[in-house]
Nanobody, 121 residues
Framework: QVQLVESGGGLVRAGGSLRLSCAAS????????MGWFRQAPGKEREFVVA????????GYADSVKGRFTLSRDNAKNTMFLEMNSLKPEDTTVYYC??????????????WGQGTQVTVSS
């Protein structure tokens, strides 16, 4: 069983920053491709960022490219999403995801519980 524990969501003003964290087991962290999706209630899942994306390196959605940065702390088996220059349209629930592979059009197999990000104008 893959467990992904997210934290770091909250309320921030437009233009501000937040850092989301996702803690996983050592096995998951070292074996799986990992990243972040976001999904509002009643809406479709939206890709945000993933490492080992599509068989390559880190890939970012166009909507967040240049503003969000994915990183890892290998010693703590924790993945981070640094979100800068936040916009009200970034408001939604963010999910840590993991799978053997992360490729376009594929729904990740493993999801965290989600953490709410709210950006006020």
């Amino acid at each position: 069983q893959v467990q992904l524990v997210e934290s770091g969501g909250g309320l921030v003003r437009a233009g501000g920053s937040l850092r989301l964290s996702c803690a996983a087991s050592e096995l998951t962290f070292t074996t799986y491709a990992m990243g972040w999706f976001r999904q509002a209630p009643g809406k479709e899942r939206e890709f945000v960022v993933a490492d080992k994306w599509n068989g390559g390196g880190t890939g970012y959605a166009d909507s967040v490219k240049g503003r969000f940065t994915l990183s890892r702390d290998n010693a703590k088996n924790t993945m981070f999403l640094e979100m800068n220059s936040l916009k009200p349209e970034d408001t939604t629930v963010y999910y840590c995801v993991a799978d053997w592979t992360l490729v376009p059009g594929k729904i990740p197999q493993n999801w965290g519980q989600g953490t709410q990000v709210t950006v006020s104008s």
